[in-house]
């Protein structure tokens, strides 16, 4: 390889790394790559519910390309720049060879999410419709509805832990309404899930296996009963999938089969450990628990800085598909890329005073919580509604909530508390 087409390696990004490794030109980086690896953090350590974002800050200004030697090795960027910088460029940066830290994958592939441009782009057209604004308001009653059962109980009770007792149940309920499913059926979903993500959590590599299978079993089962009674495509997701037709052909069984075991898991994680940190940010801050009470026209706006400032998917996965040198390090064709949005979000460059909640920030827009580019999620409409839908309701149903104990952390590639307990005051 010779330095003109060294120095084209080079990607457009403005972070300087200050990281404990052999810094130099591009020519000194690729004669030396045995000794670029270092080992800058350690996402496997336990955390409380401000440790992992005090790390972020520091290694945004001091190590903001970094390298861990967890997880069999990869890469992590911190920076906002960096991070949208990769997002935008789908065609060096992909997602069909791993699409999150840790690579827990090893079961089929699944669509959209596992593959790249444009073969993604039938799944994304078959899915984006049932994600319209006018799907929400049709969805919304039911949404709200279900909320409201659940969370008036724990509310009665005087509280107990929101994750555990509240957010937990929420998903399962809501996906049910929104993929047509019986209670029964979307129940299980939530437990196999439940013991899936604690797989992942302890990267229990056999588990994760085992219960992911699982869930292509349920994926079969509701593939077999739409095509046993067919509904209207332009009601039922996994009926859109199946009458979808790609240069005049139907998807591959497997591709389907993939992407319905995809859905079904994907919106039912995030959510859990987002409300637990709202319930932890609003038990910690009264004034603006009142705040909120007295103007409920502000839970959009509250909605999305919490999206920024706590949010739930630390970032997923890029594969860079030749060698490229982001803020000074080198990083070599098919090392994954771990996009970190968690720590994207608090950058003090995009947003000043990244670590404080500051309802209707002006570049609100820019945080990205839910992605960016082909693969940002579609199901963010969703979400939008049902943690909206939460705040109001917990709120308009209580005087004040307090913390009752310790918050307890997920892990890696998720952030934020699997359990909160709350003292409820109505």
């Given at each position: 390889?010779?330095?003109?087409?060294?120095?084209?390696?080079?990607?457009?990004?403005?972070?300087?790394?200050?990281?404990?490794?052999?810094?130099?030109?591009?020519?000194?980086?690729?004669?030396?790559?045995?000794?670029?690896?270092?080992?800058?953090?350690?996402?496997?350590?336990?955390?409380?519910?401000?440790?992992?974002?005090?790390?972020?800050?520091?290694?945004?200004?001091?190590?903001?390309?970094?390298?861990?030697?967890?997880?069999?090795?990869?890469?992590?960027?911190?920076?906002?720049?960096?991070?949208?910088?990769?997002?935008?460029?789908?065609?060096?940066?992909?997602?069909?060879?791993?699409?999150?830290?840790?690579?827990?994958?090893?079961?089929?592939?699944?669509?959209?999410?596992?593959?790249?441009?444009?073969?993604?782009?039938?799944?994304?057209?078959?899915?984006?419709?049932?994600?319209?604004?006018?799907?929400?308001?049709?969805?919304?009653?039911?949404?709200?509805?279900?909320?409201?059962?659940?969370?008036?109980?724990?509310?009665?009770?005087?509280?107990?832990?929101?994750?555990?007792?509240?957010?937990?149940?929420?998903?399962?309920?809501?996906?049910?309404?929104?993929?047509?499913?019986?209670?029964?059926?979307?129940?299980?979903?939530?437990?196999?899930?439940?013991?899936?993500?604690?797989?992942?959590?302890?990267?229990?590599?056999?588990?994760?296996?085992?219960?992911?299978?699982?869930?292509?079993?349920?994926?079969?089962?509701?593939?077999?009963?739409?095509?046993?009674?067919?509904?209207?495509?332009?009601?039922?997701?996994?009926?859109?999938?199946?009458?979808?037709?790609?240069?005049?052909?139907?998807?591959?069984?497997?591709?389907?089969?993939?992407?319905?075991?995809?859905?079904?898991?994907?919106?039912?994680?995030?959510?859990?450990?987002?409300?637990?940190?709202?319930?932890?940010?609003?038990?910690?801050?009264?004034?603006?628990?009142?705040?909120?009470?007295?103007?409920?026209?502000?839970?959009?706006?509250?909605?999305?800085?919490?999206?920024?400032?706590?949010?739930?998917?630390?970032?997923?996965?890029?594969?860079?598909?030749?060698?490229?040198?982001?803020?000074?390090?080198?990083i070599k064709k098919d090392e994954p890329i771990a996009v970190v949005f968690a720590s994207a979000n608090r950058d003090e460059e995009v947003f000043p005073n990244g670590d404080e909640f500051i309802l209707n920030r002006p570049n609100i827009?820019?945080?990205?919580?839910?992605?960016?580019?082909?693969?940002?999620?579609?199901?963010?409409?969703?979400?939008?509604?049902?943690?909206?839908?939460?705040?109001?309701?917990?709120?308009?149903?209580?005087?004040?909530?307090?913390?009752?104990?310790?918050?307890?952390?997920?892990?890696?590639?998720?952030?934020?508390p699997v359990s909160v307990p709350l003292k409820i005051v109505t």
């Open positions: 390889m010779d330095n003109q087409n060294d120095k084209q390696l080079v990607d457009g990004t403005s972070s300087q790394s200050k990281c404990p490794f052999n810094h130099g030109d591009l020519d000194s980086l690729l004669g030396h790559r045995d000794n670029r690896l270092t080992h800058d953090f350690d996402p496997t350590r336990p955390e409380t519910f401000t440790s992992a974002h005090e790390e972020y800050k520091e290694l945004r200004q001091k190590c903001p390309v970094a390298h861990s030697e967890a997880y069999e090795g990869f890469w992590a960027l911190f920076k906002h720049n960096d991070v949208v910088n990769i997002l935008k460029k789908p065609d060096t940066y992909v997602t069909s060879v791993q699409n999150v830290v840790p690579k827990v994958s090893t079961t089929g592939r699944r669509p959209p999410l596992h593959l790249d441009p444009p073969e993604h782009t039938p799944y994304r057209r078959t899915l984006d419709p049932f994600f319209t604004e006018e799907k929400m308001k049709e969805l919304e009653p039911l949404v709200r509805k279900t909320t409201i059962d659940l969370l008036q109980p724990y509310i009665n009770s005087g509280g107990g832990d929101i994750c555990a007792e509240f957010s937990h149940h929420l998903p399962g309920y809501v996906f049910a309404k929104f993929f047509n499913l019986s209670t029964e059926l979307s129940m299980k979903i939530r437990e196999v899930t439940k013991l899936y993500v604690k797989a992942l959590n302890e990267v229990n590599k056999p588990m994760i296996q085992e219960k992911s299978l699982e869930l292509y079993d349920i994926a079969r089962t509701i593939i077999q009963s739409r095509k046993d009674e067919p509904m209207d495509p332009a009601e039922d997701v996994t009926s859109a999938f199946l009458a979808r037709r790609y240069k005049g052909e139907p998807l591959p069984d497997e591709l389907i089969l993939g992407t319905i075991r995809q859905l079904i898991v994907v919106g039912m994680i995030a959510p859990v450990v987002f409300i637990g940190s709202m319930s932890v940010h609003l038990a910690q801050n009264p004034a603006i628990q009142d705040k909120l009470r007295n103007n409920l026209s502000l839970i959009p706006a509250a909605i999305e800085e919490y999206l920024r400032l706590f949010t739930p998917y630390r970032g997923f996965a890029r594969t860079p598909n030749k060698d490229v040198v982001i803020g000074g390090r080198l827009k820019e945080h990205v919580a839910f992605g960016m580019g082909p693969h940002q999620c579609p199901g963010a409409p969703l979400a939008r509604m049902m943690l909206s839908t939460t705040l109001r309701e917990l709120l308009v149903r209580t005087k004040k909530i307090e913390l009752d104990g310790e918050a307890v952390m997920t892990r890696f590639p998720e952030w934020g």
